[in-house]
């Protein structure tokens, strides 16, 4: 019996599209994920909304945005129906890349040019939000497998890979004619791994300065996606330039803020619990920003000295 071919189909739960749903579930997990630590840093709940709402448009935007580009320039126009179905998200077609290049330079600018009173560490924040753009991009990858799209190269019947993967998996991936290796899947589950590391391992504990993680992340994606790329099915050379500029900037902003920058925190190393076996204990480490001693402005100076004055006057009445 003949499989089913699966090009071109979009899988549906009703009227909604999984694509999407796939999309909202990994924005909810990422911003969860955030909000955790968020919280732990002891940021205004203002700080995170505004953030948010910067973020999740921006990023939207830049991901279509480059993937239009990149349409353009490989296929010399659209070609992905009418001129107005390149608003059609929902249909596929967002790059990674381009979200969240977008979401962070306008991050960014929001977090250097905020006038809150409680101001948010630019380091912290990029060890903070960054990884945790990995548990959205595991998430999303499942919204390719809806699609049918992110697959590699012919897979033999006789391959490991096909004896070894799900049934679901498998037919889903009878592609024009043949079976195609899961790219999708492997790209999800190296972004699991390195959610749970980078996230859960090195932020919880705090084991590196702030903002090596938030570089990590950029160094780690772009390794992923420069070595499967070529492995893709109508892979783009967009993407491979681009995952190339990430490894680069990744190794860069990764020994700056793990070598190179001041440190300027008070550090403390906090003991959380102790190995039985091997006695050792381990810590979790805090980077307490520390406070600069700017001059008084010509207002403070005059109520330090009023102050002054009125505490003198008492003294002198009180030895009168």
Known sequence: MQPKDWAGVSLKLGVVNVYSLTMMLGMLAAILTVFY???????????????????????I???????????LIEH???????????????EGGLSIHGGVITATICVVLYIVF????????????FSIILPAVLIGQAIGRWGNFANHEVYGGVMSTDSTAYKILPDIIRQHMYINGQYHYPLFL???CANLVAYILLVWVLNKWNWLRPGTTGAMYILYYGIIRFGME???????????????????????LTIFFE?????????????NFKNPKTHKYFYFIVYEPKVKNKPLTKKQ??????IYQIENNQQVNAAK
């Not at 126009?77 to 929902?90: E, K, L, P, R, S």
Request: aromatic content about 16%.
């Open 186 to 188: 492997y790209e999800s």
């Open 301 to 306: 100076r005059e109520e330090v000295k009023d």
């Open 114 to 125: 905020s006038k809150n009173p409680k101001k948010i560490d630019l380091k912290v924040a």
């Open 37 to 59: 630590f968020w919280k732990r840093e002891k940021y205004t709940l203002d700080q995170f909304g505004i953030i948010i709402i910067i973020a999740l448009p921006t990023a």
């Open 230 to 252: 070529p492995l893709r099915e109508g892979s783009y050379g967009i993407y491979k330039v681009i995952s190339a500029l990430y490894i680069i900037v990744g190794v860069l």
């Open 76 to 90: 010399k126009g659209w070609t992905n129906g009418a001129w107005y179905h390149v608003f059609f998200i929902w």
């Open 259 to 271: 070598f190179i920058i001041k440190l300027n925190y008070n550090v403390y190393k906090i003991p």
């Open 61 to 71: 935007i830049g991901a279509r945005t480059v993937f239009v580009i990149q349409q």
